[in-house]
């Protein structure tokens, strides 16, 4: 599904995320992800970060193994509402390797993580799985003051 250029740019210029993902059962989770978008998919890895289970058995991964059907948001926040504005994706995940049929994949989005968070230059996230969305719907939301704002500066 293509994405049109002013999401593509907002999904590309933040850094955090929250990434929505459901059971079997429907019952749902989100946590927060940092993540790299190549134009087409987004990539969030399994990082090194302190965790109390294995990549494989975090309850997001399980989620998309049972339900691969996700949503993921992404926001500006202001106490001037007038600034607020968000991405919401709906979407497929699927978890990658680094090994096999998808190494290439896996590999590019290392470059994409590591590019964007010098943090993952020394974890090995390489060697890690890596959630892999591919957007199904996208749409961006800005106030209607900003909407403004930004159509004003565009004219310029």
Excluded at 34 to 44: K, N, R
Excluded at 130 to 150: D, E, F, G, N
Aim: charged share 30%; proline share 7%.
């Amino acid at each position: 599904m293509p994405i049109d250029g002013p999401t593509a740019e907002f999904i590309r210029d933040h850094r955090i995320a929250h990434l929505a993902t459901a059971d079997a059962h429907g019952a749902p989770a989100v946590v927060p992800v940092c993540y790299a978008f190549d134009g087409e998919s987004i990539y969030s890895a399994l990082d090194e970060k302190p965790k109390s289970v294995g990549p494989l058995e975090l309850k997001r991964v399980r989620n998309i193994e049972s339900n691969p059907r996700v949503s993921l948001v992404i926001d500006d926040y202001d106490e001037d509402w007038s600034k607020l504005a968000y991405a919401h994706i709906s979407g497929a995940a699927e978890i990658i390797e680094p090994d096999g049929a998808s190494s290439a994949e896996h590999r590019r989005a290392v470059e994409l993580l590591r590019a964007k968070y010098p943090q993952y230059r020394s974890m090995a996230i390489e060697k890690r799985p890596i959630i892999k969305i591919t957007p199904v719907r996208a749409r961006l939301w800005r106030s209607r003051t900003r909407l403004r704002q930004a159509t004003s500066e565009g004219d310029s």
